[in-house]
């Protein structure tokens, strides 16, 4: 049994019904019916077009459960315009099951999971794992989400601002469990690139590639974090780092900027230095304040003020960061780096201490502990 070739028909499929007049989350159960009586026939008798005979059988288990429904009156219409058997138009549905699960009545983390269950395939028990919940709590998450976005019509303008943020929030989850989320964001976000051209979808899909190609080389033998200029160079993906590049000029080049490009270009200048002491700072400042304009997140400030430190020395980064306000995440670490670097050694342990009590990640709190002690016993 072919479970990648179901896996990659299921959002087609499920588009499909949705266009058809199901309404979601009555599609997404007749599909999972029709999936499991692939699996159990194909084996022996696997159809010469497994997306006809998917889609068809999908409707018909549709179309039970809708005649069993309280409204079986009105979905019984849908009888007669049940599709012969044969080969279906090769319509891609996914780009609209993109914006449905992302759509603005949901919270981030059920849109995050609609989108994994309904364009990535991934089943509720593989969801849980990657995101340590139990099953039935991340099943009700779900169910709620489809609830949701039940009745509203396909054909929808959707916001590809709101698809991006979801598709960042399954990146940065990284992985855990048999799951591994980071490579399966880059998946659906090659698959949204394919599918429609937009040049924040390609910064989107540059920055992941950019980010994952340095994977390897972010923790040690033990699972510490490993500073970006302490990281072994040589471990990086230097073939995700080139097409993470290429994409990304080709992005740029329309003169269309985003954020999501602009954080590629300051992902490109790191992956692009021989050594951390060749990294274009000056231009990483550049990029920085453009993704400030761009956003006005005050985490970029933050992130800036770093790289005012690296271009202009400590001090200057130390002036950038006194105009934030200091319950910023991260704004102690960031503190105690640049009083570091200006040799103020007692006020750097201090808030590397202060940084570790604050971390909500036990790899960072063990990192930022660390930071302190070494710091002290050199004062020793």
């Known amino acids: ?18 266009r058809r007049g199901a309404d979601f989350a009555a599609a997404e159960d007749a599909v999972q019916e029709a999936l499991i009586e692939a699996v159990r026939v194909w084996p022996g008798d696997r159809p010469k077009d497994p997306k006809g005979w998917l889609v068809t059988v999908a409707w018909r288990k549709f179309l039970d459960m809708a005649k069993s429904d309280a409204a079986r009156r009105r979905r019984e219409d849908l009888v007669d315009e049940e599709p012969e058997p044969g080969p279906v138009p090769a319509v891609d549905d996914t780009l609209q099951l993109y914006f449905l699960c992302a759509h603005p009545s949901l919270t981030p983390s059920s849109a995050v999971a609609l989108t994994l269950r309904a364009v990535g395939g991934l089943t509720t028990r593989q969801i849980a794992q990657a995101y340590l919940v139990p099953e039935a709590t991340m099943a009700q998450r779900i169910s709620r989400a489809k609830r949701t976005v039940s009745g509203v019509r396909f054909d929808q303008a959707g916001d590809v601002a709101t698809v991006l943020r979801v598709l960042y929030l399954v990146f940065n989850e990284g992985y855990s469990g048999d799951v ?11 698959r949204l690139a394919a599918a429609i051209d937009h040049p924040e979808v390609a910064g989107l899909l540059a920055l992941m590639l950019l980010h994952h190609a340095r994977r390897a080389a972010r923790t040690g033998p033990g699972g510490e974090l490993v500073p970006l200029a302490e990281q072994d160079r040589g471990e990086w993906d230097t073939r995700l780092i080139a097409e993470g590049v290429e994409i990304l000029r080709a992005a740029l080049a329309r003169d269309s900027l985003g954020e999501f490009q602009a954080q590629a270009a300051i992902a490109a200048l790191h992956a692009d230095a021989p050594a951390a002491e060749e990294t274009d700072w000056v ?4 990029w920085y304040d453009e993704l400030a304009r761009l956003t006005g997140s005050p985490i970029v400030r933050l992130n800036r003020a770093v790289a005012v ?14 105009e934030l306000d200091d319950s910023l995440p991260r704004h102690a670490a960031v503190a105690a780096y640049l009083h570091e670097r200006d040799g103020d050694l007692a006020t750097a342990a201090r808030l590397y201490a202060e940084a570790a009590g604050k971390a909500a ?6 990192h930022l502990t660390r930071q302190a002690a070494r710091i002290n016993a050199v004062r020793k």
């Open 1 to 18: 049994m072919d479970e990648a070739l179901l896996r990659s028909l299921t959002p087609n499929v499920l588009g499909i019904l949705v």
């Open 283 to 286: 231009q990483i400042v550049e």
């Open 309 to 322: 430190g690296e271009a202009d020395g400590p001090r200057a980064g130390l002036a950038a960061l006194a």
């Open 180 to 190: 591994d989320l980071a490579a399966e964001a880059i998946r659906l976000t090659r």
């Open 361 to 366: 990640d036990l790899a960072e709190r063990a």
